[in-house]
């Protein structure tokens, strides 16, 4: 097993330990300089990194019960990928949101991440209206380059992954179990077609993980951490995409909601949200103009140049503004403002007014 490997190993056994959680996670990464000797640590030093006597206590009695080799071996075995966060492949935008995932399961191509990367999310009872606007949606987003996120359920889930892959476009279905155990299982024939039109699996369960009702907020946490706006097609008063609306919120990012009858259940929720301020939307281009993004420049974009490719890795997703970038990345404000410039009409980054820009990608 390689040293990135090994690495990975650790974290997938102490994942296996439902109690420990992201907090967890955070308190062992910063008091130990590895996982491997964090796994190896007496149950005093554990105490010294902040955790609790009952988690210490749990940490000592999990270890004695997990091979970690075997652990990992499994993961092989079932062909997925494992991303911590202290990779460099770690999606930048969800470790930006309140106690992120120590690690990520994957199957699939995770560079679909690098895109604009939009959620969409609703009721698992959808109507035929939700339905439908879920699926022209995300046929158009998908086919200028948006990258859908969603959670795989029945209904508006469903919906947007399916018109994603009809449209020829990329989507991400993060997932309230391990990998091993699609939910629900009628979406399993989806869940494969995801992956064979060069989509993406997502969860920070371990195999073996059941969909338990308590997953599921965890869940709809990284779908709003990985899009850079979560768009809520129809919701009840109590619907999960509310919550995945409030996580999007606290993460700074933008919240756009279809209106709805406001005699129907399945609206109430969206029709809340537009009351609170999110964007009211009825069409793709509604979402794509918050964005300062139209279809024609989206459509199909030529590859940046090796020096734009490198500015652009460098600026943040914030709006910034130019003095501040100037100072940031060393560079003459004349040579950053043709950039930007350059990276504007290529549809990379927004000119936010006022010398500020922000990242879109």
Request: charged share 20%; net charge neutral; with cysteine.
């Amino acid at each position: 097993m390689s040293s990135g490997n090994q690495n990975s190993a650790y974290y997938v056994a102490f994942a296996r330990l439902p109690k420990l959680g992201p907090k967890g996670f955070a308190l062992l990464r910063s008091h130990f300089p590895t996982m491997a000797e964090a796994w190896q640590a007496s149950a005093g030093e554990l105490k010294q990194a902040g955790l609790e006597t009952s988690l210490v206590q749990a940490i000592i009695a999990h270890r004695q019960k997990i091979d970690v080799a075997a652990s990992y071996q499994e993961i092989e075995k079932l062909q997925l990928e494992v991303v911590t966060i202290a990779d460099p492949i770690y999606p930048k935008l969800l470790k930006e949101i309140y106690d992120p995932p120590a690690l990520l399961f994957i199957r699939g191509d995770l560079k679909i991440l690098e895109n604009l990367c939009l959620a969409i999310v609703g009721s698992r009872r959808a109507t035929s209206y939700g339905l439908t606007m879920a699926r022209e949606i995300a046929n158009t987003l998908a086919q200028v380059g948006v990258t859908i996120i969603s959670g795989l359920a029945y209904g508006i889930d469903a919906s947007a992954h399916k018109a994603t892959i009809e449209a020829g476009g990329k989507t991400a279905a993060v997932m309230a179990s391990g990998l091993d155990q699609i939910y629900p299982s009628a979406n399993h024939k989806l869940a494969n077609e995801i992956l064979d039109k060069g989509g993406l699996w997502i969860s920070e369960f371990p195999p073996q993980t059941a969909p338990l009702k308590q997953n599921f907020p965890f869940r709809n946490r990284i779908i709003a951490g990985l899009a850079q706006g979560t768009i809520v097609i129809e919701a009840a008063k109590t619907s999960g995409a509310l919550l995945t609306a409030k996580h999007a919120l606290e993460a700074n990012r933008e919240v756009f909601a279809v209106p709805g009858n406001a005699t129907s259940p399945a609206s109430v929720g969206t029709n809340e949200l537009l009351k609170q301020g999110a964007h009211l939307i009825t069409e793709a281009s509604d979402v794509l103009s918050a964005f300062g993004l139209k279809a024609e420049t989206t459509a199909a974009r030529e590859p940046l140049t090796a020096d734009l490719q490198s500015l652009l890795e460098k600026l943040p997703y914030e709006p910034t503004h130019l003095e501040t970038l100037v100072r940031l990345l060393n560079l003459p404000a004349s040579n950053l403002t043709s950039g930007l410039t350059l990276l504007e009409l290529k549809g990379y980054l927004k000119d936010e007014g006022s010398g500020r820009y922000r990242r879109l990608k």
